[in-house]
């Protein structure tokens, strides 16, 4: 069925993929300096000196500044947030983790907790297990650090909630391996007991992590560094593939084959549009997959299922079609009607799926989703306007109302040819409708 001429759609296809990836423009807006505000804070606070200071943007905007004492083993440190004020109750944690890696799990852990309205705030230490991530009460407990002047504060000049401590390193902290672990929270619960609830599940929240090394003053081997590139990439590609060429590509094929515009070319155009598709989508799918491995300690379960059930079913869809019917009409119209329903439904799970993936970014409120949603509302649009011609074009034809479209009377000629087609049509009528 595949013609075997190349069709010259490749290479605009390929300047409509690079046209993509210049507007969503690669920035690493991850790692900043400490702001000004909380820098001069910290030098009131006793932190004149910085070993280290850094803001997380990208996890929920947290800054931490700190000061080792290098023949003491002490550190100062001081760690703020917003904590949102809109909601009653609210926590901020920070800790070290005395293990090899730079996890939730082990973490001894320094956290003020902020009562309803401000009312009252209040601080403990807590050792963060395994337990703990399965969901059982998060409760205060003695911790494996020595911990003095520790405090939890609110600073209304900057509107940031700050801990402050200082801590006297043990011996099993590695200095230039410093695996230090934060958090923000919403939800507490009771507060006679200090008790906390989970804190969200997007990116923000399992970013929020870090192998710093004092000697040099410099964060590495943080999840984010190294793969928010990829993440974008595989976000792109995946808008690209799934959520453009392949709607495209159908498009074409129901609106090119017969109604309104019959078009010879179509098939070629729809099939390897349908290809490029596939193959950049199952690019960026093969990329999930290694990001979702790569990212040991969490995980976005229906983000990924969603994806292994777009891609399982645009493989059957890829692979079925190279089945020739042969000469028997009734296989002919399961195949298409099969056909059908899974691209339909492949073209709203990967609308979902794109959403969700833009949401666990967290970049709702940056330009990619306007910039998916306007790639969604073009080509509904176009669909949109395709259908009302079309069966403007189908109410005309049948019924003959010359008087309303008179240039209709050229298509008696398209209609007898009708019965000549080979390849199994489906009028629109028969379609289901894209919802
Ligand atoms: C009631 C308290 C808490 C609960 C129930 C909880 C639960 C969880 C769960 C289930 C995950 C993994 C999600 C997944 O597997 O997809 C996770 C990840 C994470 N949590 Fe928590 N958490 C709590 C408190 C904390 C605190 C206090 C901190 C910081 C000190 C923290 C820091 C992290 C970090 C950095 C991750 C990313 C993955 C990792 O490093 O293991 N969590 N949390
Ligand atoms: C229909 C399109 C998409 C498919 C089929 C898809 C597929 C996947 C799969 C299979 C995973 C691995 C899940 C896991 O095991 O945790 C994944 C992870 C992920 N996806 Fe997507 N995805 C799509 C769209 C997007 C978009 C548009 C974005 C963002 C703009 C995005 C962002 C992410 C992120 C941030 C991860 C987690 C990476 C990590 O674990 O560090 N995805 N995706
Ligand atoms: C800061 O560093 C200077 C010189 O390195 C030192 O003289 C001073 O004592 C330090 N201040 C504190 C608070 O440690
Ligand atoms: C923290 O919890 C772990 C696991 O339950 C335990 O082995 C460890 O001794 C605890 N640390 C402290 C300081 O209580
Ligand atoms: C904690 O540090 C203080 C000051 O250096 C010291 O006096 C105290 O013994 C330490 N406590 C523990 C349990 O190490």
């Known amino acids: 069925m595949i013609e075997t001429s190349p069709p010259p759609s490749f290479s605009m296809m ?18 900043h300096h400490c702001s000004n505000d909380f820098l001069s804070e910290a030098k009131n606070r006793n932190l004149i000196n910085l070993t280290f200071s850094k803001r997380y943007m990208e996890s929920n905007g947290v800054e931490v500044a700190m000061y080792l004492h290098e023949n003491t083993r002490k550190l100062d440190i001081m760690v703020g947030a917003k ?18 890696e730079d996890r939730m799990v082990g973490t001894q852990a320094l956290i003020g907790i902020k009562t309803k309205n401000d009312e009252k705030l209040l601080k403990d230490t807590y050792n963060i297990t395994s337990y703990t991530k399965l969901g059982c009460q998060l409760l205060p407990s003695p911790i494996d650090l020595n911990i003095s002047n520790f405090n939890f504060i609110y600073i209304s000049k900057l509107k940031y909630h700050v801990i ?21 929270g919403i939800n507490i619960g009771a507060v006679g007991n200090k008790e906390l609830k989970m804190h969200g599940k997007g990116l923000m929240n399992y970013d929020s992590s870090e192998t710093i090394n004092l000697w040099t003053g410099k964060g590495r081997g943080n999840r984010v560094h190294e793969s928010s590139k990829i993440r974008q990439v595989h976000g792109i590609l995946n808008i690209i593939g799934w959520g453009t060429v392949l709607p495209i ?25 349908q290809t490029i598709g596939y193959l950049v989508g199952t690019t960026g799918w093969a990329v999930g997959i ?23 079913f645009a493989t059957i869809q890829m692979l079925f079609f190279k089945f020739k019917p042969g000469d028997r009409d009734e296989f002919r119209m399961y195949r298409n009607m099969f056909h059908h329903v899974v691209g339909y439904s492949l073209l709203i799970v990967s609308c979902i799926n794109i959403l969700k993936g833009i949401h666990i970014m967290h970049l709702d409120y940056t330009y990619w989703k306007p910039a998916y949603l306007g ?19 189908f109410v005309c034809d ?26 199994g049509r489906v009028q629109p009528s028969d379609t289901p409708i894209n919802n």
């Open 398 to 423: 049948k019924f003959g109302f010359w008087i309303l479209c008179a240039k209709c009377i050229p298509n008696e000629e398209a209609n007898e040819k009708k019965g000549s087609r080979e390849d």
């Open 164 to 184: 402050l401590a200082t801590i006297i390193l043990p011996m099993k902290y590695d200095l230039s391996r410093l695996n230090q672990v934060w958090q923000v």
């Open 14 to 31: 390929l300047l409509v993929i690079l046209s993509f990836l210049s507007i969503f423009s690669f920035t690493n807006t991850h790692a």
């Open 83 to 100: 904590l949102k004020e809109e909601e009653e109750t609210g926590w901020l944690a920070w800790g070290l983790n005395p293990g090899p």
């Open 375 to 393: 790639i969604v509302s073009c080509l509904a649009f176009i669909f949109l306007v395709f259908e009302i011609v079309s069966w403007f074009k």
């Open 249 to 273: 590509g159908v498009i074409i094929a129901r609106n090119f084959r017969e109604f309104p515009l019959p078009w010879l070319g179509w098939r070629k155009y729809h099939i390897s549009c």
């Open 290 to 312: 290694w990001l979702g491995k790569a990212s040991k300690y969490y995980s976005f379960p229906k983000h990924g299922t969603y994806g292994i059930f777009i891609f399982a």
